[in-house]
């Protein structure tokens, strides 16, 4: 396996629009105080580990919509409710990567554990959200471990769990994406378990706006008060069609696939945000299919 799989995201500060409408002082303290009580909850969440496997996933699930509404943002789910089109079958999910709400979103929609990079786990609060949620950290400094990462990965598929990854391997303005790396795809050929597409698009009103990215030179405070502070955030979850083990021959087929069926997904109907300097807007967009 290669080193390529790694990839820099172009993307840097010139790809976040300019100032969209925010809400008033009050609203943005108000945000900030309720999601780090929402956060904070969640030691409690430990207790729902007690319960059978449905309400479970229920209180899981729940607790991140309610983190996630609580930085003022809105999710809208399209497609099927649910990543695992077979109960208890383990299936691979394979996201674009825009934000460090992008965990939250997917985890409302259905908790699974997700790959991340490892220095996410020292984030303030947060990385220990992210880390509760189950998520599996893979050291960018040491891709020897790799191996044995797609190994961890398709044991948990096998025994029936939904995993995700962020098939660019890095973060994305929301304008403009990467290719999908194959590496991590192929622990779904050993497992012999389906690939679940989905993507993530992050809109205001009647745009795409790319004020949740987390590029450039941004830390994560600087990307947290901006969504702190934006009115109307909405974060659309596409859940595509599943694809079944056997379509593709090697991981590179299998990531040409979900990158193929993503692709289809992007935004037409919706006009780009209003933005300064971002170097993508020229891009073509195709049309929206859901």
Same mark, same amino acid.
Request: with cysteine; proline share 5%.
């Given at each position: 396996?290669?080193?390529?799989?790694?990839?820099?995201?172009?993307?840097?500060?010139?790809?976040?629009?300019?100032?969209?409408?925010?809400?008033?002082?009050?609203?943005?303290?108000?945000?900030?105080?309720?999601?780090?009580?929402?956060?904070?909850?969640?030691?409690?969440?430990?207790?729902?580990?007690?319960?059978?496997?449905?309400?479970?996933?229920?209180?899981?699930?729940?607790?991140?919509?309610?983190?996630?509404?609580?930085?003022?943002?809105?999710?809208?789910?399209?497609?099927?409710?649910?990543?695992?089109?077979?109960?208890?079958?383990?299936?691979?999910?394979?996201?674009?990567?825009?934000?460090?709400?992008?965990?939250?979103?997917?985890?409302?929609?259905?908790?699974?554990?997700?790959?991340?990079?490892?220095?996410?786990?020292?984030?303030?609060?947060?990385?220990?959200?992210?880390?509760?949620?189950?998520?599996?950290? *893979?050291?960018? +400094?040491?891709?020897?471990? &790799?191996?044995? @990462?797609?190994? =961890? #990965? !398709?044991?948990?598929?096998?025994?029936?769990?939904?995993?995700?990854?962020?098939?660019?391997?890095?973060?994305?303005?929301?304008?403009?994406?990467?290719?999908?790396?194959?590496?991590?795809?192929?622990?779904?050929?050993?497992?012999?378990?389906?690939?679940?597409?989905?993507?993530?698009?992050?809109?205001?009103?009647?745009?795409?706006?790319?004020?949740?990215?987390?590029?450039?030179?941004?830390?994560?405070?600087?990307?947290?008060?901006?969504?702190?502070?934006?009115?109307?955030?909405?974060?659309?979850?596409?859940?595509?069609?599943?694809?079944?083990?056997?379509?593709?021959?090697?991981?590179?087929?299998?990531?040409? *696939?979900?990158? +193929?069926?993503?692709?289809? &997904?992007?935004? @037409?109907?919706? =006009? #780009? !945000?209003?933005?300064?300097?971002?170097?993508?807007?020229?891009?073509?967009?195709?049309?929206?299919?859901?």
């Amino acid at each position: 396996m290669s080193h390529a799989w790694m990839p820099t995201s172009p993307c840097g500060d010139g790809c976040v629009s300019g100032a969209p409408e925010e809400v008033n002082r009050f609203r943005q303290i108000w945000r900030a105080v309720t999601a780090v009580a929402a956060i904070l909850c969640g030691a409690a969440i430990a207790l729902a580990l007690l319960l059978p496997g449905k309400q479970r996933e229920s209180v899981v699930r729940l607790w991140f919509h309610a983190v996630l509404r609580a930085f003022g943002v809105r999710l809208e789910v399209h497609g099927a409710r649910k990543f695992q089109e077979i109960p208890k079958r383990g299936v691979l999910v394979a996201s674009n990567h825009v934000s460090w709400l992008d965990e939250l979103a997917i985890d409302s929609v259905q908790p699974i554990r997700i790959v991340a990079k490892k220095d996410i786990k020292g984030w303030p609060v947060l990385g220990r959200l992210i880390t509760a949620a189950g998520t599996v950290y *893979l050291d960018r +400094e040491k891709l020897r471990e &790799l191996p044995r @990462t797609v190994a =961890e #990965l !398709a044991t948990t598929l096998r025994n029936g769990s939904a995993v995700g990854i962020h098939a660019e391997g890095t973060t994305w303005c929301g304008l403009a994406s990467g290719h999908y790396k194959p590496a991590l795809f192929q622990a779904a050929l050993d497992a012999g378990v389906p690939v679940r597409p989905i993507v993530l698009r992050y809109r205001i009103g009647g745009h795409v706006t790319t004020q949740p990215a987390f590029v450039g030179s941004d830390t994560l405070v600087d990307s947290i008060r901006r969504v702190l502070k934006v009115k109307g955030l909405v974060v659309e979850v596409h859940v595509l069609d599943e694809i079944a083990p056997g379509r593709a021959a090697n991981r590179r087929e299998l990531a040409k *696939l979900a990158e +193929e069926q993503s692709n289809r &997904l992007t935004s @037409t109907e919706l =006009e #780009l !945000a209003p933005s300064t300097g971002d170097s993508h807007r020229a891009r073509s967009i195709t049309p929206l299919v859901a």
